[in-house]
């Protein structure tokens, strides 16, 4: 089996053709200057010793070296041998607040950017576990359903913001409940349920949810994020802050962290509530507890080995830059000699 450990690099390739194109525009803009500048048949007389097709040669080694040195760092890559690998460990899907209270910036830089970077520093971590996310607002969706494709899972949650759910409130019921439809009940792995939000439920019987959850061997943990004592919610048009949030009545809207919710939710989930802060990583915390649960088996995989072969296109490309170092843009005897019996101008 043959891959590029990078592929994305080999876009680089398409800059071959724009030199290549620049150069023969070039070398046609100076046969121009030098049709002023002197008749065709003085030019020889002024640079007797110039050698177009040289010029030609030392250009193309150049590119060539160019395009292998491209296709090394791209790392070719072949596979030597399959292994299938036991897949083991535990489910986790977070729940993450994305309504417009979780712009406040009361943890900064934003309660929502400090939990997209906590789950990101999670899932950088994982090693085995399934991970997926669900947003919720006044409504959930799974944002990655369970995966061990930690880079995909990476790729999504940078694209969450607060108008991922277009529907206003926070629905954390509702969000626990989709959860808990969702997990794969085949397999017997632990599974866990981890909700980040600022804990003001809007929507369904919290309480309900989660002992629906517990029944079915589910654990819930909460992390709040917030100041208790309230903040203003910031209002963004074209990324600049135009003001805060207010009421029908031009009253400025505070969003508080609800506490008492989110512990209650905690406790009948059978799990743990974090205070969500500046300076602390309260996923990290959470997941050294869950580090201490079994790992189950839930599956194989296929794995190939693949051995780096960028080596056989950077030896070439290097040589190449060596041997155009030697090559003179002068006439040589031996070209000049082979050039007049193919017919091509020097």
Known sequence: MFRFAHPEYLTALYIIPVLLALFWYLGINRKKLLDKFASRQLQPVIIPSYSKSKSWIKFGTILLSLALLILAAANPQVGTKMEEVKQTGIDVFILLDVSQSMNAQDIKPSR??????????LIRRLQGDRIGLIIFSGAAYVQIPLTTDYSAAGLFLNAVD??????????????????????????????????????????????????????????????GLGSPNGTPIPVFQNGQQTGFKTDNEGNTVLTKLDEATLKQIASAGKGKYFRGSNYEDELDLIYRDLAKLDKTEFGVKKVTNYEDRF??????????????FFISEKKSPLFTKLNKKLGIEQ
């Open 112 to 121: 929502l950017e400090k939990a997209k970077y906590q789950i990101s520093n």
């Open 311 to 324: 080596y056989y296109f950077l030896a070439p490309a290097i040589l190449l830059l060596l041997l155009e």
């Open 162 to 223: 607060v108008s991922s759910v277009p529907q206003p409130g926070t629905a954390i019921g509702p969000a626990i409940s989709l959860a808990t439809e969702s997990f794969n009940y085949k397999t017997p792995t632990q599974k866990v349920i981890i909700v980040i939000t600022d804990g003001e439920d809007h929507e369904g019987d919290v309480i309900e949810a989660v002992n629906n959850a517990v029944s079915k061997d589910i654990k819930v943990y909460t992390i």
